[in-house]
């Protein structure tokens, strides 16, 4: 017979993770090995059928608590802070079966964690910090029992009883994660942030947000105007994708197309491309002529404000041949890093000025 001091020693690491509705979940694998005082555990993968009385059938646990910290890590996994203090979540796994086929004793585990409106902010901001996001996953207990199903040999019958069995648990534990030699940390890159608020809508969000209304035709536009609308497109994709700084770069790039330096009062500003201006005044005459060429320069000023604010988070570098889209991507570089709102902002400032551009040209 067994005594009641027999224990259970589990281990926790992390496998994948998975996202269904609007909860992101953590699958881990569960080892427990069960240790008696002054023996020395199993650790060797053995067959059911060769199993002694030290192999269960099968091992319950009652009830555990999973607490997640979120942490944001530098790319190179060298340094990692907590976003807040306590837990970002706090969850439950109730009445877990584990079965017992070799030693250790194993499973898989979801941990699943509410992807409310906070915690998908904070997953955001710390992308958008050029960062990566960490979960620190530890498993505790308020019941540090669980109950082993042992097939123990009666000599007099010469028949297995099968016996419940109390264990005693070792918890807390913490779940290894995969980032070394931090193993503490579970980590997911930008990519993984992007494919859990894809699948939890939340870009569905972000559409509605924008409400973005390019020209559906460019058709007869000048040029100039047909490029930016391609750039805008370009730069509505980033957004969606979280690349907000080349977004603005994209947004900048745009203007570029439709612009040009013109020397006034001394100093190169940026004014209206000489084809747009033509084919715009070239609808009106008399009065209205006069009134769009005015418009036309406030336009020019607001494309110029526009500049500005773009360049608090983008300067270019210095000018060189581009033979490409991502070589002119590389042709800036990152003063301050843009958040979703001003990406999304300067988008919408963009997608105004061209889309005016557009009409008045039509007209």
């Known amino acids: 017979m067994f005594s009641a001091q027999i ?8 496998s994948r993770y998975e996202v269904k509705d609007n ?3 953590l699958i881990i694998n569960l080892n ?5 005082p002054a023996l ?5 993968p053995q067959p059911t059928s060769q199993a002694t009385s030290q192999i269960p059938g099968f091992i319950v646990i009652p009830r555990f608590f999973y607490d997640v910290q979120l942490h944001r890590c530098d790319n190179a996994g060298i340094s990692c802070d ?21 030693i250790p004793c194993s499973r898989e585990a979801k941990l699943p964690i509410i992807l409310d409106k906070e915690l998908i902010d904070k997953l955001v901001s710390i992308v958008e910090g050029g960062e990566r996001p960490a979960f620190q996953v530890i498993l505790s207990n308020d019941v540090p029992h669980a109950i082993a199903s042992m097939s123990l040999s009666n000599v007099i019958s010469n028949v297995n009883v099968d016996v419940m ?3 005693n648990l ?8 995969n980032l070394s030699p931090a193993f503490q940390y579970i980590v997911l890159s930008s990519d993984d942030v992007k494919r859990i608020l894809n699948s939890v809508k939340y870009f569905e969000g972000v559409k509605v947000e924008v409400e973005v209304k390019l020209p559906e035709t460019t058709e007869g536009l000048p040029k100039p105007l047909v490029d930016a609308v391609k750039a ?9 994708n979280l690349d907000f700084a080349s977004a603005v770069i994209k947004c900048r790039g745009a203007l570029e197309l439709i612009t040009k330096y013109e020397k006034r009062g001394g100093q190169d500003v940026k004014v209206l491309r000489d084809e747009i201006k033509n084919a715009i005044l070239s609808k009106y005459e008399g009065t209205a002529k006069e009134v769009y060429s005015d418009i036309l320069d406030i336009i020019e000023g607001v494309i110029r404000d526009t500049y500005r604010m773009m360049n608090k988070f983008i300067h270019p570098r210095e000018k060189g041949s581009s033979s490409s889209d991502k070589d002119k991507e590389e042709s800036y570089e990152i003063v301050f890093n843009p958040r979703m709102v001003d990406a999304v902002y300067i988008f919408r400032q963009t997608v105004d000025i061209i889309n005016y551009l557009v009409e008045l040209s039509r007209a």
């Not at 224990?7 to 992390?14: D, F, N, P, S, T």
């Not at 020395?40 to 060797?44: E, K, L, M, P, R």
């Open 7 to 14: 224990y259970a020693q589990i281990e926790a690491g992390y």
């Open 23 to 25: 909860a992101l979940y």
């Open 32 to 36: 427990v090995t069960i240790q008696r």
């Open 40 to 44: 020395q555990a199993i650790s060797t």
């Open 82 to 102: 907590p976003v807040s203090q306590g837990s970002v979540y706090r969850g439950e796994v109730n009445w877990l079966e584990i079965p017992c086929y070799t």
């Open 165 to 167: 069995t109390p264990l």
């Open 170 to 177: 070792n918890l807390p534990v913490p779940v290894k994660g």
């Open 232 to 240: 805008l497109r370009a730069a509505f994709n980033d957004i969606n």
